[in-house]
């Protein structure tokens, strides 16, 4: 089978990175990569999951609040120490005894 060059852009940390897992394995990046793609076309789709990051609902509200919080700083409280924090929260636990 006659083999191709075949140019590709990928970020320079990211290509150490797998250069140097590769070669943990015997491989170099032309080998990795080709298994990856004999295992695609055997396998007819990617062979690992590739899913969309999803948030819940939870996430999803603490990412609008932040949002708020930075638009409109005056209806947030505000600390200026970690210990301001802690002693709020002590005196919260105390009042619910």
Known sequence: MAKVN?????????????IQLF????LDLS????LFLQQ???????????KKL???????KSFLEFED??????KYKRYSSLS???EELDSADD???
Not at 54 to 60: A, I, V, Y
């Open 23 to 26: 070669s943990e394995f015997g």
């Open 69 to 74: 919080m930075k638009k409109d700083k005056e």
């Open 6 to 18: 075949t140019n590709i852009s990928i970020d320079s940390n990211l290509k150490k990175e797998a």
């Open 95 to 97: 009042s619910e005894k």
């Open 40 to 50: 695609s076309v055997r396998e007819q789709r990617i062979p690992f999951e590739i």
């Open 31 to 34: 080998s990795a990569i080709t």
């Open 84 to 86: 301001e924090i802690l």
């Open 54 to 60: 999803t948030r819940n609902e939870e996430t999803l």
